[in-house]
């Protein structure tokens, strides 16, 4: 009888074990582009944040020509693991360790001028931010007073192994900003067929980045193209 519920408790323990592991929710928020070729994971916590003003920081002013060609040929999306999620948080947060991690994707459908111009190049500067410049360049433009981005450092920088043609690059750099340095961890693919550029970016405080480096490496290898060529 003693053993017979011993084994009952046992069993009662592991189906309220099970129930609760089931009420708990899911880890991760799983993102993919319009047709499911770009996807990459980011923690549940994490808050969508408002597509309009997104494109705004993106594109700029809605109501200009280049601005709607541009929202034309980009799916983007972004997550904040802020409190309130923003989209100003795409360059700058709350400041040292206090900061939350921000995490943008985009898919950039390519002209045919950018298509015979890509290059690992353009694709590490594939958000906008100015990563592989020159460095006479790079001097001149920090030289200016109004210029943001000041400082910068490269951390790292890896060209993925290709794989059924897809071509990548992840590149670690260092700005520093108005409210201090700030670390950004840029991933960019180029479709086989050379039609398309997605590229991760996460950005975080430096101080805020090395603490959950761990936890931002995880989103940025999740990042992955299985696009191979234009359907």
Request: with cysteine; glycine share 6%; charged share 20%.
């Amino acid at each position: 009888m003693d053993r017979s519920r011993a084994i009952s408790g046992v069993i009662t323990a592991a189906a309220a074990a099970l129930l609760l592991s089931g009420c708990a929710g899911p880890e991760y928020t799983y993102v993919k582009d319009a047709d499911g070729g770009t996807y990459f994971k980011v923690p549940s916590a994490w808050k969508k944040v408002d597509q309009t003003a997104l494109e705004g920081q993106l594109f700029g002013d809605p109501s200009s020509a280049t601005a709607q060609v541009q929202k034309q040929l980009t799916w983007s999306v972004a997550y904040d693991a802020q409190a309130e999620p923003s989209a100003d948080h795409l360059l700058v947060g709350a400041g040292g360790s206090e900061d939350q991690p921000f995490v943008m994707a985009k898919v950039q459908t390519l002209t045919e001028s950018q298509r015979n111009q890509v290059s690992l190049d353009s694709m590490r500067n594939a958000i906008g931010l100015p990563v592989a410049v020159p460095d006479d360049t790079r001097k001149q433009m920090e030289s200016a007073a109004e210029y943001p981005f000041k400082n910068f450092e490269l951390l790292g920088d890896q060209v993925l192994p290709t794989q059924d043609g897809v071509r990548g690059v992840r590149s670690v750099f260092n700005f520093r900003l108005a409210n201090g340095v700030q670390t950004f961890d840029e991933t960019s693919y180029l479709s086989a067929d050379g039609s398309r550029i997605s590229t991760l970016l996460i950005r975080c405080s430096a101080a805020c980045y090395q603490q959950r480096s761990k936890e931002i490496d995880q989103i940025a290898q999740s990042f992955k193209v299985t696009r191979l060529l234009n359907q």
